[in-house]
Nanobody
Framework: QVQLVESGGGLVQAGGSLRLSCAAS????????MGWFRQTPGKEREFVAAINWSGDSTSYADSVKGRFTISRDNAKNTVYLQMNSLKPEDTAVYYCARDRVHRASYFRVVESEYDYWGQGTQVTVSS
């Protein structure tokens, strides 16, 4: 069983920065791609960013490209999301998730392709 625990959310002014962390349990963390998604009330969960199992390739939604950076530390079983130049429209609950395929060869942006999810962390950006 894999458990994911996010932290680092909070309230920040527009233009500010936050760094989210997602700590994973289990010995297989380094063999799976990881993703970040976000959700606002009444909307579906949307893809934000993903990183491959080795950490040398990343993918971003157009809405966050150039502002957010995903990274991972396999020695610490942790994936990060550095969020800079935050905008009010970035306000959401942010979730980390594990790709369901071992050493996946391409990035997935669909929620159903991820099998383990954290509980989410709230990010609120004030204008």
């Amino acid at each position: 069983q894999v458990q994911l625990v996010e932290s680092g959310g909070g309230l920040v002014q527009a233009g500010g920065s936050l760094r989210l962390s997602c700590a994973a349990s289990g010995r297989t963390f380094s063999s799976y791609a990881m993703g970040w998604f976000r959700q606002t009330p009444g909307k579906e969960r949307e893809f934000v960013a993903a990183i491959n199992w080795s950490g040398d390739s990343t993918s971003y939604a157009d809405s966050v490209k150039g502002r957010f950076t995903i990274s991972r530390d396999n020695a610490k079983n942790t994936v990060y999301l550095q969020m800079n130049s935050l905008k009010p429209e970035d306000t959401a609950v942010y979730y980390c998730a594990r790709d369901r395929v071992h050493r996946a060869s391409y990035f997935r942006v669909v929620e159903s392709e991820y099998d383990y999810w954290g509980q989410g962390t709230q990010v609120t950006v004030s204008s």
